[in-house]
């Protein structure tokens, strides 16, 4: 009977990074997606609570039709800054930063880089050879820049991209790993990630300054007004803590971006002397928000054979073997492949009974100076007539095959 062909697979179903998909490869999150929805209600349970909080307010004012018209402004902006910033974040934590695709095989190394090193792994047939190096020089705009060699990946990152080891992959343009969304932050996402912390900013000091402006219409009830009015103090309390995080989040990458720097650039100080890719200020902020987002490098949806998704497991970049390379001991070679049976087995089928047995009877006649062959070999079948494989008169030792069991 023909084996059934194997049905193939999606290129996510296979994938060899720690992400998690979801609506069938067109959404990807970091393994740690789970923090999105605690932080999804770090932004919509505030900002969901002032929106009740005014809408109480036009329903108390109705009748007397004082600040009608104001509070239903403020009611709309409100719910229009929650909901875009929602989709800024949405938009950060499932899509693809910018992966780069995982090499199948290491590079081969450059003729400058091979070097070949001798083992006493030779009874293995192992041979270890140094052939790639770990660095590497790339010419970026006119300067040489050195990219490192990835394990896992088994490729020389594109310049300025690094493997992240909460997801597994190498990204381009890697920022660092957010792990209140889930996703790393690279060349792909990093515009949105910038919207949301700067939307985030922006409402907080919406809701924190109109949650006072609420206050003082009290008139001569302020303090009584906070003594009382729970959810507004709450609401001030959580504001002015959060936008101090989300607020010096936004003036940091700010400054990141107007110089053309990444998070993890920055913390490494690899631009104290001179930063390659900085091109001005207007340069580096129309990169960032007016140029095209290039397209994923990987096909998630696309179909693959099982046998093409197969990756090699990582090597070392420093150490690899030639599989049938040993080292030739004089006449070693000749004798094992005549025997037809391995060293290490050869070893073990030595026989030295009758070895010691002709040296005794040697020294009582006084013939010392002739010795017997120390390769006489017996296997089990031919135990009973060892006796007869050995010549005692021999002074050359002769090396005789062994019938192998």
Known sequence: MAEEKKKPKRHYQVWKGSNKFFCGGRLIFGPDVASLFFSILLVAGPAVSFCIKVYNIINHNKEHDKYIGYWYGVLIVAVALTCLDITFLFMTSSRDPGIVPRNASPPDPDETYEMNTPSMEWINGRTPRLKLPRTKDVIVNGHSVKVKYCDTCMLYRPPRA????????????????????????????????????????????????????????????????????????????????????????????????????????????????????????????????????????????????????????????????????????????????????????????????????????????GASDSLPSPFCLETKEDSANAEDKCDEDSVTPEIQPVHQV
């Open 162 to 365: 690094s493997h992240c080891s909460v997801c597994n992959n190498c990204v381009q343009r890697f920022d660092h790993h957010c792990p209140w969304l889930g996703q790393c932050i690279g060349l792909r996402n990093y515009r949105f990630f910038y919207m949301f912390i700067s939307t985030s900013t922006i409402l907080c000091i919406y809701v924190f300054a109109f949650t006072w402006i609420n206050i003082a219409q009290q008139e001569d009830r302020v303090l009584k007004t906070m003594s009382t009015d729970i959810l507004s103090d709450f609401l001030l309390v959580y504001c002015f803590i959060a936008v101090w995080f989300v607020g010096g989040l936004t003036i940091f990458h700010f400054y990141l971006i107007c110089s053309n720097q990444t998070t993890y650039e920055n913390f490494r100080y690899r631009y104290d002397k001179t930063n390659l890719y900085h091109k001005g200020v207007k340069k580096n902020l129309a990169e960032i928000f007016l140029s095209k987002i290039p397209p994923s490098l990987n096909d998630f949806r696309a179909y693959i054979q099982e046998d093409d998704s197969i990756v090699m497991e990582p090597t070392s970049p420093n150490l690899g073997s030639t599989s049938k390379e040993k080292i030739d001991i004089e006449m070693g070679n000749k004798f094992v492949e005549a025997s037809g049976l391995s060293l290490p087995q050869i070893l073990q089928n030595l026989h030295h009974k009758h070895l010691e047995d002709n040296m005794r009877s040697k020294e009582g006649n």
